[in-house]
T-cell receptor
Framework: KNEVEQSPQNLTAQEGEFITINCSYS?????LHWLQQHPGGGIVSLFM???GKKKHGRLIATINIQEKHSSLHITASHPRDSAVYIC????????????FGTGTRLTIIP | DSGVTQTPKHLITATGQRVTLRCSPR?????VYWYQQSLDQGLQFLIQ???????AKGNILERFSAQQFPDLHSELNLSSLELGDSALYFC????????????FGNGTRLTVT
């Protein structure tokens, strides 16, 4: 079973700061997911990536397959970015048997 | 809007009872996944269906069962409920079983009293 570790567990920052959330896993994978869980509980899929880097608006996700590590960056952070960010990796390939990290609770202060 | 519909949003029931959670996947998605999120365990994969067939099983209790119907909607049945089954249950869908984006429903919050 893949072991997934996220850091930090909690992060509080001022509006406008550059945010980095890290995810490490123990077994090689085909792709990794980054999810956002809002305070109300709903989950939104942010990225699925298997190599390199992806960007969507102020969000950037990178993955290093060799080092078994991924990062999620938020540029020019805003209070509406406050949420729990979760990385997830598959058991075999694709979306199968996802193992989830414990999440990073991000709070952006105006 | 992810296009995935879960009903009901909230469910309060007593220990020993049985409930059914329903999920309609995004149009065109053939794969449906069920996850449980409890305070002490975090998000855990329960079971996956693809085009009506069970595809993969995770940490799903024997008291729980699921199925995917010909119209691709899925139901998760939870029976002999215990206090520890109180959790958020999420359904997600994707177009296939490989490396494809996941679309999550808003979840069903189950409270067992």
């Amino acid at each position: 079973k893949n072991e997934v570790e996220q850091s930090p567990q909690n992060l509080t920052a001022q509006e406008g700061e550059f945010i980095t959330i890290n995810c490490s896993y123990s077994v090689g994978i085909s792709a990794l997911h980054w999810l956002q869980q809002h305070p109300g509980g709903g989950i939104v899929s942010l990225f699925m990536l298997s190599s390199g880097k992806k960007k969507h608006g102020r969000l950037i996700a990178t993955i290093n397959i060799q080092e078994k590590h991924s990062s999620l960056h938020i540029t020019a952070s805003h209070p509406r970015d406050s949420a729990v960010y979760i990385c997830a990796v598959p058991g075999n390939f694709g979306n199968e048997k996802l193992t989830f990290g414990t999440g990073t609770r991000l709070t952006i202060i105006p | 809007d992810s296009g995935v519909t879960q009903t009901p949003k909230h469910l309060i029931t007593a220990t020993g009872q049985r409930v059914t959670l329903r999920c309609s996947p995004r149009s065109g998605d053939l794969s449906v996944y069920w996850y449980q999120q409890s305070l002490d365990q975090g998000l855990q994969f329960l079971i996956q269906y693809y085009n009506g067939e069970e595809r993969a099983k995770g940490n799903i209790l024997e008291r729980f069962s699921a199925q995917q119907f010909p119209d691709l909607h899925s139901e998760l049945n939870l029976s002999s409920l215990e206090l520890g089954d109180s959790a958020l249950y999420f359904c997600a869908s994707s177009v296939d079983v490989g490396d494809s984006p996941l679309h999550f429903g808003n979840g069903t919050r189950l409270t067992v009293t």
